[in-house]
């Protein structure tokens, strides 16, 4: 059955003095609580070795936030999947509506970023949603079914059975505005449906879909108790660690 995940994504957040702090209290923090979901941060690419490192022996996972449409090579300032899971990190966010909508992120270079990812064995987290305008015009189930199929639907179901994705309203994120715990079912169930028809009922019923946008410890319980809601991508709450763990407590 599909895993429940809290996983943080730290942005453009913390200097690597700041990152490695953080990331043993972290540690200390979480080692003598049970929790009922896995633990993931994704970070900067500066931290994840130091990272990967220090949480070797716990539970908590790590990722990058991004990594490259390239394998190697001249493409100064990338860093490639190879590089990121030789850091010892075993996920990569991918299709972050920021990298989309910042660095020009589209659909097919997002398919070659997956493709890569899968190929050094990392997990991708691979984020959708639309914007408000969207929303107000109801095409929210058209971009995001849009979003799946452009870089998502090639890979076969061995393949796609190794994503997991993250429903992340664009109107939802940093503004405090999160999407009811109604609206946050009613799309994780079309999307979970979408996969069904895509890959069949046992590869959808596996995949792990987490809710992203203004998720904090105050509606975490409520989010993640809907049925097609496997958890939460989780920005501004995941930076201070009293934030994350009241997060990560929405499973208790
Ligand atoms: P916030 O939790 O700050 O709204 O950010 C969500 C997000 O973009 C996680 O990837």
Redesign the pocket.
Known sequence: MRKNIVAG?W?MNKTFPEGVEFVKELKLALENEKTNCDVVICTPYIHLAAAATILEVSAVGVGAENCADKEAGAYTGEVSAAMVASTGAKYV?LG???RRAYYGETAEILKEKVKLALANNLTPIF?IGEVLAEREAEKQNEVVYAQLAGSLFELSAADFSKIVL?Y?PVW?????KTATAQQAQDMHAYIRGVIAEQYGKEVADNTSILY?????PSNAKELFSNPDVDGG??????LKIADFKGVIAGFN
Not at 233 to 238: S, V
């Open positions: 994504n942005k966010i972050h509506s920021e984020c993250a992340e939802a994120i940093g503004t405090g992203g946008g203004s998720c904090n991508l989780i920005g501004g709450a995941c």
